[in-house]
């Protein structure tokens, strides 16, 4: 995750008003992509955490799931890299997207995969399942919805993707302070 930092390039002898126009046009875009790709790449480390907590057992298409998701989040600093050099281009964007897509789409089947199989510690419950099953989708849906906007639209896309997330931390905080659990206890 901290890597990405270093596509963030300052050049060094500018006039004062040639590098205010550089840092307002260049760097603060740069700034809200690394922003944006370090959370999201956050999400995914957390969601990791917490799924490899509830694992207790594992088989070969699990394993191999899990490389692929983490083949996936390894390309994402490149990805967050094409778009902070090609921000208006419609095949960055939406390089980034489908790359943000597979991941989170594997990291999803990954969870349900392990549930089904049930390589899940037996204290986990079915709607704790579902409540992560449907806090980590919302990311996917976005994510797929946006290509057909970043088709025509690619310029602006990006200040969309805190959306999904915001909704997603929203969910989960929701989630930990009233679990679902809770909620159908006590019907």
């Known amino acids: ?13 500018f006039t004062k008003e040639v590098m205010h126009y550089y ?3 260049r760097v603060l875009p740069s700034l809200l992509i690394y ?3 370090f959370v999201i790449l956050g999400s995914f480390w957390n969601e990791s955490h917490h ?3 509830l694992v207790y057992k594992s088989d070969v298409l699990s394993i191999w799931l899990y490389i692929f998701f983490l083949m ?3 390309i994402i600093p490149f990805s967050s890299h094409f778009v902070l050099h ?9 390089f980034y997207l489908f790359n943000l897509l597979i991941a989170k789409s594997i990291n999803l089947y990954l969870f349900y995969y392990t549930w089904r199989k049930k390589f899940l510690r037996p204290e986990v419950s079915i709607l704790h399942c579902k409540s992560v099953l449907f806090r980590n989708s919302i990311p996917a849906i976005f ?6 906007v970043a088709y025509f639209y690619s310029s602006w896309v990006l200040y969309l993707f805190p959306l999904p997330l915001i909704l997603q931390i929203v969910i989960g905080a929701l989630d930990s ?3 679902l659990a809770k909620m159908e206890a006590s019907k």
Do not use: A, W
């Open 35 to 37: 922003s944006l790709s």
């Open 1 to 13: 995750m901290t890597i990405l930092i270093l596509s963030i390039e300052m050049p060094q002898g």
């Open 86 to 94: 090609y921000p208006k281009d419609r095949t960055s964007v939406i």
């Open 143 to 148: 994510y797929f919805s946006f290509i057909p």
């Open 72 to 74: 996936f989040i390894c």
């Open 51 to 53: 799924h490899n907590h």
């Open 23 to 25: 840092f307002y046009n």
């Open 177 to 179: 302070v009233y679990p």
